[in-house]
């Protein structure tokens, strides 16, 4: 069996007045991830992971913040495209590692929750997906609460033998 390994990083700018989407979750806070779409920072993380592995590139070329059909997408729709791209090129997910840094919001209480949701969009079982929160212990621009950054990493299993 052919298995490959990618990696996501991806970070945003914390505004007020914005929607707090992580991981396909939402929550409850003043502040939220800025950007083009939903800046879903952790689903654009294991995007990223997912294409890397699959060798499609980032998603910054599947999906360009200069390309206004995707201003204000929900970053769910393009998890599923992007497994769509893996499926396609014969791949299918073996485990997904995940960590969000970040000061607000607390993202304890909602894990399960985010777990569930990244598995069910990736065709894999809720402990197939790990996910796990962090501060940066109020260093730098997380620790300001001016940003917010997210890491992955996926195992992908060739489905062509």
């Avoid at 920072?41 to 200069?66: K, Q, S, Y």
């Avoid at 769509?84 to 590692?97: A, P, S, V």
């Avoid at 399960?112 to 940066?136: F, H, L, M, Y």
């Amino acid at each position: 069996m052919k298995i490959r390994v990618g990696f996501g990083y991806d970070v945003h700018q914390l505004k007020e007045g914005r929607s707090c989407r992580l991981g396909g979750v939402l929550f409850e806070s003043d502040l939220g991830p800025d950007g083009h779409s939903d800046a879903d920072v952790l689903l654009h993380a294991v995007c990223d992971a997912i294409l890397g592995a699959a060798g499609l590139r980032d998603i910054g070329f599947h999906f360009p913040n200069t390309d206004d059909s995707f201003k204000g997408a929900d970053s769910r729709d393009l998890l599923d495209e992007v497994v769509i791209l893996m499926t396609e090129k014969g791949w299918t997910i073996g485990n997904i590692d995940a960590t969000l840094v970040s000061e607000v919001p607390k993202i304890s209480p909602k894990i399960q929750e985010i777990k569930e949701s990244i598995a069910s969009r990736c065709n894999i079982e809720p402990d197939d997906v790990g996910v796990k929160a962090t501060t940066s212990e109020k260093l730098g621009f997380v620790g300001k609460k001016e940003g917010i950054e997210a890491y992955a990493v996926v195992l992908i299993n060739s489905t062509n033998g």
